[in-house]
């Protein structure tokens, strides 16, 4: 059985199987599987909670997750995934390779975030959402200028968001719609609408694309 880094500091190394997924035996089809150098469960306050993480988890080499996080069921991390605290991630959700979500973000069910995507803070992701690699979102737009609440983006249920795209703060992705790869998205893009460019201009889908993502 695999052996963790111990988030605590002691140099001895614990088996977090039974702490965090409820693992009672070695033949429980339920449990996790987890590589090597995976962290769980780092303390960023006094009396924060260990993370909580449902059946048929994979967790690949190098993934980190603080306390203060609650995960369903079939949930999957590339490498080098970090998820910090407060977040909520719903079933069968994918987080790709050296993806970061900052905390303080609710993600739905049957999502697939690929590899090098960046998520902040106060950010909301629906179900069936498909984002590409290297998408950034952003919360802050007067960055050290002006006193701004941060606010992360809202990405409505079935949306798809392409490669390289980059998305100002606060900014509303609505149901259905398509970001094309590459695309800077400076407005609210209406459901069922594709933006396209850079600054990204808004247009109708067609109808052959007004679908939900099937995840």
């Known amino acids: 059985m695999a052996l963790f880094k111990n988030p605590w500091g002691s140099s001895e190394k614990v088996n977090f199987k039974n702490m965090f997924f409820g693992v009672d035996s070695e033949d429980n089809i339920d449990k996790p599987k987890v590589h090597e150098n995976v962290t769980l469960g ?9 993370p909580l993480i449902g ?5 690949r080499s190098n993934t980190v997750i603080y306390n203060d996080v609650e995960i369903g069921n079939d949930f999957q991390t590339g ?3 970090l ?6 991630i719903g079933d069968k959700v994918l987080l790709g390779t050296n993806s970061v979500i900052e905390g303080h973000t609710k993600i739905g069910n049957n999502i697939s975030i690929q590899s090098n995507v960046y998520i902040p803070k106060n950010t909301l992701i ?3 959402v498909f984002i590409g690699p290297c998408a950034c979102f952003t ?3 007067y960055p050290l200028r002006a006193d701004y609440k941060l606010k992360g983006p809202i990405i409505r249920k079935g949306a798809s968001v392409g490669a390289n795209s980059t998305f100002l703060s606060g900014i509303e992705v609505g149901e ?4 094309a790869a590459g695309a800077i998205v400076t407005r ?3 459901p069922f609408y594709l933006a396209i460019g850079a600054p990204a201009k808004m247009k109708p889908l067609p109808k052959h694309f007004k679908t939900l993502n099937k995840i």
């Open 42 to 50: 780092v303390s960023y306050k006094f009396r924060s909670k260990p």
């Open 176 to 179: 259905g719609a398509m970001i």
């Open 139 to 141: 919360n802050d737009r």
């Open 188 to 190: 609210d893009v209406p």
């Open 55 to 59: 059946k048929n988890a994979l967790l």
């Open 79 to 81: 490498h080098g995934v």
């Open 83 to 88: 998820v910090r605290e407060k977040t909520t």
């Open 126 to 128: 629906e179900d069936h």
